[in-house]
């Protein structure tokens, strides 16, 4: 196995205990923020340097730079739709909290009304 | 005062939900939560006698049900909760079974099945569907039930208690079979009799629905809640 098949599946493994141990968690918040930090640097850097993407990928063995940078890409949107999944989840039974207990303030008054209670 | 409470989650049920309530004995209350219909459900069930809880926009079967219980649990009188689907799909002496077994013998919850016995006419897809279903449950669950989908139960207080569902859509039929599972409760299967009239056909969930389910399962397996 070449090193960036094993640089790209340590990646993937990552998102994944990341998504099934660490949600939520201070830790998780902290990591989200220094990994949002790297993609920036790294950005940066590649923009002023297009060379170092080349090199970094025949260093690892994936050949072209434009390579390198879709993979690491593909990493990026994984992780996203997990984290939006995840999100949409939690925000989705936090807004059925909310209706209900609208739904249940509401018919207590109104029930309450109706049957002179 | 009734000690047995009718659950009803309706959504868009306008033109049948009249009768289901008409057709309950007054010797049950009723707690009927519109979840945020498009249709005048909510106006068509505050001309009955059931208790209208209104969700203001729409969460799914799952998220009324739970309101349901929530708002039913408030009131110490009731000591038997059924859940019973809008759409006129079940019977009343089905249900008097089940509170006649939860009353003799020492169970959390009853729940209706339409394959105990041969009286449901199931259509052949649902039902390979539906015994798929059962077979993958029962795997993920541990438990030994041969109808996880029927939306017709009686719980005790204690169960009742229990349930708070999360999911707010069909899988909420796989999270009370997970519920039973995590927190021991005492559980009995009956032989229920679904009536499938055309109109509960026409708002049945589609039979797709069961990738939905079986996706969420596996995830709150492999995510947790």
């Known amino acids: 196995m070449i090193l960036g098949q094993i640089v790209l599946l340590a990646g993937v493994a990552t998102i994944?205990?990341?998504?099934?141990?660490?949600?939520?968690?201070?830790?998780?918040?902290?990591?989200?923020?220094?990994?949002?930090?790297?993609?920036?640097?790294?950005?940066?850097?590649?923009?002023?340097?297009?060379?170092?993407?080349?090199?970094?990928?025949?260093?690892?063995?994936?050949?072209?730079?434009?390579?390198?940078?879709?993979?690491?890409?593909?990493?990026?949107?994984?992780?996203?739709?997990?984290?939006?999944?995840?999100k949409d989840r939690e925000y989705k039974y936090e807004t059925a909290k909310i209706i209900r207990k609208l739904a249940i303030l509401e018919a207590d008054r109104e029930n309450g009304r109706k049957q002179g209670r | 005062m009734p000690d047995t409470v009718f659950l009803i989650p309706a959504y868009n049920e306008s033109s049948a939900i009249v009768e289901v309530i008409h057709n309950i004995p007054e010797e049950f209350d009723v707690v009927c939560v519109d979840d945020g219909s498009k249709d005048d459900t909510a106006a068509v069930i505050n001309g009955t006698r059931a208790q209208l809880v209104r969700h203001c926009i729409n969460l799914g079967q799952g998220a009324a049900l739970q309101t349901a219980i929530d708002y039913a649990l408030q009131d110490e009188d009731y000591d038997y909760f059924v859940t019973f689907d809008a759409d006129g799909q079940h019977r009343i002496e089905d249900v008097r079974s089940m509170i006649d077994v939860m009353k003799s013998r020492d169970v959390d919850?009853?729940?209706?099945?339409?394959?105990?016995?041969?009286?449901?006419?199931?259509?052949?897809?649902k039902r390979a569907i539906l015994k798929l279903a059962v077979r993958f449950s029962n795997t993920?669950?541990?438990?030994?039930?041969?109808?996880?989908?029927?939306?017709?139960?009686?719980?005790?207080?204690?169960?009742a208690e229990s349930m708070k569902l999360r999911m707010p859509d069909f899988s909420h039929a796989s999270e009370i079979v997970t519920r039973i599972q995590e927190l021991n409760l005492k559980y009995e299967e009956i032989p229920v009799t679904i009536i499938y009239s055309d109109y509960s056909r026409s708002k049945g969930q589609s039979v797709l629905n069961a990738i939905n389910i079986a996706f969420d399962v596996i995830f709150n397996k492999v995510v947790g809640p």
Not at chain 1, 58 to 69: H, P, Q
Not at chain 2, 109 to 125: E, Y
């Open chain 1, 16 to 86: 994944a205990v990341y998504f099934l141990k660490h949600r939520q968690k201070t830790v998780a918040k902290a990591l989200k923020k220094i990994a949002l930090l790297c993609f920036l640097l790294i950005s940066v850097l590649t923009i002023i340097f297009p060379n170092i993407l080349s090199q970094v990928a025949s260093f690892l063995g994936i050949g072209r730079g434009a390579d390198l940078l879709l993979y690491g890409l593909a990493l990026v949107v994984l992780f996203q739709l997990f984290n939006n999944y995840m």
């Open chain 2, 109 to 125: 919850i009853v729940l209706g099945s339409r394959f105990l016995d041969d009286t449901s006419n199931v259509p052949a897809l």
């Open chain 2, 140 to 159: 993920t669950s541990g438990l030994h039930l041969t109808d996880t989908h029927n939306g017709l139960r009686v719980m005790n207080r204690h169960a």
